[in-house]
């Protein structure tokens, strides 16, 4: 009996010994394999399906896109700014409220006085939108990051991030951000949508995003393609100092919006 | 019995001609089995490349190229979002937002 017990106890010390070692040599062997093996199976770079977001500031745009408008053009033929709005508009499914606490505006038409801060003899309309700064405050104020500037310098919103704090319709000083307070859907035609873009859903802020839709398929933005023909708005490359839009800045007095204020706007005016 | 022949004749060779059609577009991005389990982080890395690094290049699959896209490559095969996407999440009771949004096919 005693002996069965010695033999017995021999026994289970070994297989637990062995045991433990062989969990530790498999733990071992799955954490060393198992990332370089998924990586393989899914082709999909690990850790990038958390939507990793990188800070604006890590990344330096290569570009700096800008847009000059020219407010004489826009004098010559009036019913150019009705003509950018619904464009611009009807191509990204912005609702059209008719209450104007529920409005949502990618671009619009303001007075000069108030758009400048100054009174002007000559103008009376001025076409506003995004500023696309290069310094922008609504960017800084962000608390999860969904508004950032991409690589063409286009202070973009990722709709999936935006909680809706508003905070950066607060820091903006233009106005240029809406708040969707009601479901956008009911303030648009479904029979009539672009389905080549989303809507947004009520509880984002929305913005004017320059096109980058477009300008990935190589097209022009819309506010550039209807006023094609008078010319009125011209966009570019900041950065590059060959571009047209460089060289219209060169060459012609412009202006931008509330200067002082150091955000240093993207988009400038021919007065 | 002369009109019977010719319609069975007519039904043969569209069935004929049915079986041989190319089949557009037979392979997805990823083997259906990994899209099952893996097309919710496919779609996030999509919609980071496309927003946020601006990677807008193309994906090529048997010669034809489609946009990082659900809206626009996704749903262009699979045409019906009823079959292809509530028959399971309503299955698996998983709640989505991409509706929210983005637009679905008109079935």
New interface residues.
């Given amino acids: 009996m005693d002996k069965k017990r010695r033999e017995f106890l021999k026994i289970a010390g070994v297989s637990t010994l062995a045991g433990l070692g062989g969990i530790a040599v498999a733990e071992r062997f799955v954490s060393g394999a198992s990332p370089a093996s998924s990586r393989a ?5 690990p850790g ?7 800070n604006p500031k890590d990344t330096t745009p290569t570009k700096r896109l800008g847009m000059v408008i020219d407010l004489s053009r826009f004098k010559n033929d009036p019913s150019l700014v009705g003509k950018v709005i619904s464009a611009c508009h009807t191509n990204h499914n912005v609702p059209n409220f008719p209450d104007e606490e529920d409005a949502v505006k990618w671009v619009s038409g303001i007075d000069y006085e108030i758009a400048f801060g100054e009174q002007s003899p000559d103008y009376t309309e001025v076409l506003v939108l995004c500023n696309h700064c290069d310094n922008p405050p609504c960017v800084e104020d962000c608390p999860t990051r969904a508004t ?1 500037i ?3 310098g286009i202070v ?1 919103i ?3 991030r935006c909680i809706g704090c508003r905070f950066c319709v607060a820091a903006c000083p233009y106005g240029m951000r809406s708040f969707n307070w009601r479901d956008p859907r009911e303030g648009l035609d479904m029979n009539t ?1 672009n ?7 009520r509880g984002v802020v929305e913005n004017c995003n320059f096109c ?1 839709e477009r300008l ?1 398929r190589g097209q022009m933005p819309a506010c550039v393609e209807v006023t094609s023909e008078a010319r009125a708005i011209v966009v570019g490359d900041l950065n590059d100092p060959n571009s047209e839009i460089n060289i219209i800045l060169g060459s012609t007095e412009t202006k931008q919006r509330m200067p002082l204020l150091g955000t240093n706007p993207s988009v400038f005016y021919i007065v | 019995m002369n009109g019977n022949n010719k319609s069975i004749k007519t039904g043969l060779i569209l069935f004929v001609l049915f079986l041989t059609l190319p089949q557009d577009a037979n392979l997805c991005v ?1 083997p259906a089995e ?1 899209m099952r389990v ?1 097309h ?3 779609l ?2 999509w ?2 490349d ?5 990677d ?1 290049s193309l994906i090529e699959i048997d010669g034809k190229r489609y946009p990082k896209s659900l ?2 490559a996704c749903m262009k095969c699979h045409t019906s979002k009823k079959e292809f996407c509530d028959q399971c999440h309503i299955n698996t009771s998983v709640t989505l ?1 991409c509706w ?4 679905s096919p008109i079935e």
């Fill in positions: 199976e899914t082709g999909v770079e990038l399906g958390s939507s990793q977001v990188t950032f991409d690589n063409n973009a990722d709709y999936h949508l389905r080549e873009f989303p809507t947004r859903r980058a990935g | 990823l990994q893996e919710m982080q496919l996030n890395v919609r980071d496309v927003l946020r690094t601006g807008r809206q626009n937002s929210d949004c983005h637009l």
